[in-house]
């Protein structure tokens, strides 16, 4: 079966904003612990960095990329872009990009994805490493879950991955805890992980609940047509 | 409301197996016409050219793009690339992709893909007729289908859209019958239309049904963690 949600979060929401007021909202999928809104920064735009690098799989990073570009809010919203470690052409899949910056020149992110993609050097991992130091929220979608593993970010932690790799990724960090079945996962409060490609669009999606509400989700989700289930209401 | 397939194709797929033989098989949302299946080229692999040009919307080309790719199939399938203009970069959303391809030097191919982008010229238009008049499969993602309808092969026929462009695209080709709540319109026989943005991931499953059948398409869905609901069973 196909990797679902284990809680509608709209319903939640709208259930919880009478009941716990602004402090935390019910957990996903029962796990007792508050929901915690994400903010905007002042600006009223959150940077979006989307690190690419070779065999990058194309959906993991356009599909958030999209999503974060329509978010449906009249002002503000998510600017996105791609970083890498040199500005070297990468080919991936039928397309081949050029990364706008690298990780010593990007602009300073809010926020940082990663997807399946090679690449997990001292440098890579080091940019993952000092974005959360810094209290930035990071993303993985499918295998992108592994640098952030790799960083050592997610030791102790619940996280998940494209459904063909979460045993090979349980034996490889034994330190983390590989759950199936979820589009995504909150492993800690400033890092998501995400389950294979197209959960991407769901964690985006997430994250824009987070920052905004549900109804922005659900107009994003229904601007792009996106037909996952848990955004049609 | 979301845009949803009217019918189900797999279930009347699975039905007609045992009663309309390798004929035809029952129309989507009962048209009343059969449903053609396409033809694989001898060598078992099919070439797919997707256009791109200035503000390309990014999810129209990769939805497809890794579709195909990812075909679930043991050998053969999709190979993909980009064609322009010229090999200029294009920046669309955060990313920057350099065309692999010119319209003057692309391989052949025996499906063309346009998507939401600037570019009507007659190059543009030329090369959409030419691939048209040699028989070739032509799909249109999102606002794409202007430049189908532009180049005169829409009309008579039914196509989609974006859902917030079909008011306007009608009253601009009025020889075009633009319709509503489809997530793809197969427009004529080597053309299909799809509705927005990640509608564009339902008609390429839909296309790979046609090449192959409904279960690989499931498991191309499947293995991309797809959530639309037609490709769950």
Same mark, same amino acid.
């Given at each position: ?6 809680? !509608?979060? /709209? ?9 716990? /007021?602004?402090? !935390? ?17 002042? +600006? ?5 960095? %989307?690190?690419? +690098? ?10 958030? *990329? ?28 039928? *397309? ?6 690298? %990780? ?10 990663? !997807? ?9 991992? /080091? ?21 952030? @593993?790799? @960083? ?8 998940? +991955?494209?459904?063909?790799? $979460? ?22 409060? *400033? $890092?998501?992980? @995400? ?39």
């Amino acid at each position: 079966m196909i990797r679902l949600r284990a809680v !509608g979060l /709209g319903g939640l929401l709208s259930i919880c904003a009478s009941v716990c /007021g602004a402090e !935390g909202l019910p957990a996903v999928g029962g796990q007792g612990a508050p929901v915690q809104k994400l903010t905007m920064p002042n +600006s009223g735009v959150a940077r979006v960095a %989307f690190v690419v +690098s070779d065999m990058f799989t194309l959906i993991d990073i356009a599909g958030p *990329m999209q999503t974060f570009d329509q978010v449906q809010v009249p002002s503000g919203g998510f600017e996105t872009f791609t970083v890498s470690e040199t500005r070297t052409p990468i080919r991936t899949a039928g *397309m081949t990009i050029v990364p706008q910056y690298t %990780f010593q020149d990007a602009p300073d992110a809010d926020i940082v994805v990663v !997807g399946a993609q090679r690449g997990d050097d001292e440098q890579y991992l /080091g940019y993952l490493r000092r974005m959360n130091a810094r209290g930035k929220l990071l993303l993985s979608v499918c295998t992108g879950v592994s640098k952030l @593993a790799k @960083a050592g970010l997610l030791d102790g932690r619940e996280a998940t +991955s494209h459904h063909d790799y $979460i045993d090979q990724f349980q034996k490889r960090f034994p330190r983390v805890q590989f759950v199936r079945d979820r589009a995504y996962v909150r492993s800690a409060p *400033m $890092i998501f992980t @995400a389950a294979g490609e197209t959960s991407g669009i769901e964690l985006a999606l997430h994250i824009v609940e987070l920052y905004y509400d549900h109804d922005v989700a659900v107009k994003t989700a229904r601007y792009m047509e996106y037909r996952g289930p848990d955004w049609q209401r």
